[in-house]
């Protein structure tokens, strides 16, 4: 089974507005991250946030980490066309080994 | 992408036939990892290696082999024992140190005729 889930799995926006996509996850976690992929390419990473870590930004890019929750959110402020792609949490359950979820879809219209 | 290089970009295996995955990097790094993709499925992990020589199954094993003899490289065989083959396998690799990232290769499409 997987550690974190991503919601919702598929998401459709204008161009300059803000995409939110969350994960959820169910055991305790060392670190969390996110990762952006493009079609038919492998994966990118965006972010990583550890867990004695609130919140952290990267350019357009927002992540929290709520660890009483087990969730955390990845922002992505004033989208652009080229932001299109699928992006997946990782969580490695404190055994270091990244553990992805299904995937968020994100397309952003121009 | 990174520094990993994966081949070929797309594998066609006839029904009983072995195949070969390659997986090179030239970043210097310990660990490396093989991860399949299905659609609506996201990534689920094969096999990992830490160190040369050494390596463990992941959560989807059966039908697959890898083997670690050198630092670089990390094949992985899809054997005739795994009847659903077809998917997107990807190759990773990162420092094997807590709170590292992985870096991607750009992955195989694997089908069978």
């Known amino acids: 089974s997987q550690q974190g889930e991503e919601d919702p799995q598929a998401l459709s926006i204008q161009e300059g507005e803000n995409a939110t996509m969350n994960c959820s996850y169910k055991t305790s976690i060392n670190n969390l991250q996110w990762y952006r992929q493009n079609s038919g390419r492998g994966l990118v990473h965006l972010i990583l946030i550890r867990s004695n870590e609130r919140e952290k930004h990267s350019g357009r890019l927002r992540v929290t980490l709520d660890t009483s929750k087990k969730s955390s959110s990845l922002l992505i402020t004033a989208s652009r066309a080229a932001d299109t792609a699928s992006y997946f949490c990782a969580t490695d359950a404190g055994s270091y080994i990244p553990t992805f979820g299904r995937g968020t879809s994100l397309i952003v219209h121009p | 992408d990174g520094g990993i290089t994966q081949s070929p970009k797309y594998l066609f295996r006839k029904e009983g036939q072995n195949v070969t995955l390659s997986c090179e990097q030239n970043?210097?790094?310990?660990?490396m990892y093989w991860y399949r993709q299905d659609p609506g499925q996201g990534l689920r992990l094969i096999y990992y290696?830490?160190?040369?020589?050494?390596?463990q199954k992941g959560d989807i094993a059966e039908g697959y082999s890898v083997s670690r003899e050198k630092k670089e490289s990390f094949p992985l065989t899809v054997t005739s024992a795994q009847k659903n083959p077809t998917a997107f396998y990807l190759c990773?690799?990162?420092?094997?140190?807590?709170?590292?990232?992985?870096?991607f290769g750009s992955g195989t499409q694997l089908s069978v005729l």
């Open positions: 990773a690799s990162s420092p094997w140190t807590e709170n590292e990232k992985l870096f």
């Open positions: 290696s830490q160190i040369v020589n050494d390596f």
């Open positions: 970043l210097n790094h310990d660990a």
